[in-house]
């Protein structure tokens, strides 16, 4: 029997601890051992790898990524009504996982984990977008992980993975495709939670590129994509003018009609915009 087996059923553990889910902590729970391990699948071969699990509430996605062999788990959980059920996972995986109480969006895990590293969460829709951000923006590149696999509410991945021309496509597809290959591997009715959530659900998984897909300044690309899509209905001679008196020829250089709206230019072309301009222009 592996480790997995000898714990109780989620809605035991739930019962047990009282977790009964709180609202302002986003606890929507996977109580599905066979979805948690389909989601940690997901994330990769994680034999060779330390696994980043932001908000593992009960304990699920945990299970399922031990279960899937991750050579350790760290998991950083808010609620401490939490603790007791996975200390009981720890007990049945010796050394394997590692449980820090606190807030993921002031704590640095870094300093527990040994790359490679690859990260999964199942998260509040607000907390995620905002880890994924910063996931995506560090001070070098490559960052710390491989990949990210994520769960966010269905509109929010379909505007990780959008392409030109579409509502969805703004600064976070451009900032996610960018550095990464971003996809998304798994549809989830709100039913596979509990409670279940008003929306629907996506799991994104992301991988890490080792160069950004074309070459551009991080911070003139997203001051140009920023400036773009703040005003996504003008034309960017328009949007843009504010980047450079000589934005037309800047935009014509890149081979985009200062008359295109930002929906319609693509991340390479946004990359070659920001190259010719100077960094400080
Ligand atoms: N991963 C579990 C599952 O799939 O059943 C729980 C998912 S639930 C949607 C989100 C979890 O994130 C909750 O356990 C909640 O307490 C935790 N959480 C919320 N905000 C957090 C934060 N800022 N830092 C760490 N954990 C947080």
Excluded at 49 to 54: K, Q, Y
Excluded at 116 to 123: E, G
Aim: net charge neutral.
């Amino acid at each position: 029997m592996s480790s997995i087996d000898t714990l109780p059923p989620l809605r035991e553990v739930i019962a047990t601890h009282e977790l009964s889910a709180r609202k302002a902590l986003g606890q929507n729970f996977l109580l599905d051992l066979n979805l948690t391990a389909k989601i940690a699948r997901k994330a990769g071969d994680l034999s060779e790898c330390d696994v980043l699990e932001i908000g593992p509430g009960p304990g699920g996605l945990t299970r399922g990524l031990l279960a899937e062999g991750a050579r350790r788990v760290l998991a950083v959980e808010k609620d401490p009504r939490c603790m007791p059920a996975l200390a009981e996972i720890a007990e049945a995986y010796p050394g394997q996982l590692h449980v820090i109480n606190g807030d993921a969006l002031e704590i640095d895990p870094l300093e527990h984990l040994s790359s490679p590293v690859r990260v999964a969460a199942n998260l509040p829709y607000n907390v995620g977008t905002e880890l994924l951000v910063r996931w995506l923006t560090p001070k070098t590149w490559p960052p710390f992980w491989q990949s990210l696999t994520l769960m966010f509410q269905k509109e929010v991945a379909e505007r990780i993975i959008a392409q030109p021309g579409s509502k969805a496509y703004g600064r976070l597809a451009l900032l996610a495709q960018w550095r990464s290959d971003a996809k998304i591997v798994l549809h989830l009715p709100p039913e596979a939670f509990s409670p279940p959530p008003k929306v629907h659900s996506a799991v994104v998984h992301l991988d890490a590129l080792e160069e950004p897909r074309y070459p551009a300044d991080a911070a003139t690309l997203s001051r140009v994509v920023a400036a773009a899509f703040n005003q996504r209905r003008k034309m960017l001679r328009s949007s843009l003018k504010t980047l450079s008196p000589e934005i037309e020829d800047h935009l014509v250089a890149a081979g985009i009609a200062p008359t295109e709206r930002a929906e319609q230019v693509s991340l390479e072309a946004f990359c070659t915009l920001a190259r010719s301009l100077k960094p400080t222009e």
